[in-house]
């Protein structure tokens, strides 16, 4: 059975950092791209940051770009993603992808940045 289990969210403040993680099973996991995205209520989700299969090769939405790091460990079927200086628009729930042939998601993460 496919799941993508995504963790680390939680309640920030303003500045501050968070690193979540996305562990994947029931595929392999090496032959997958890898993907970020977000979704607020009410709007479409919204492409974050992918990594490829090797880790090689990253790219990030604009928004993220300089304040976020997305890496992965396909040891241990999991991919992460590191912000910093995360603001409040950055509120979300993160949800992470593995894109081949097929497409798998998460259930999401909630992310908070507030005072």
């Known amino acids: 059975q496919v799941q993508l289990v995504e963790s680390g969210g939680g309640l920030v403040q303003p500045g501050g950092s968070l690193r979540l993680s996305c562990a994947a099973s029931g595929f392999t996991f090496r032959r997958y791209a890898m993907s970020w995205y977000r979704q607020a209520p009410g709007k479409e989700r919204e492409l974050v940051a992918t990594i490829t299969t090797a880790g090689g090769n990253t790219n990030y939405a604009d928004s993220v770009k300089g304040r976020s790091t997305i890496s992965r460990d396909n040891a241990k079927n999991s991919v992460y993603l590191q912000m910093n200086s995360l603001k409040p628009e950055d509120t979300d729930v993160y949800y992470c992808?593995?894109?081949?042939?097929?497409?798998?998601w998460g259930q999401g993460t909630q992310v908070t940045v507030s005072s």
């Open positions: 992808q593995a894109l081949w042939i097929s497409s798998y």
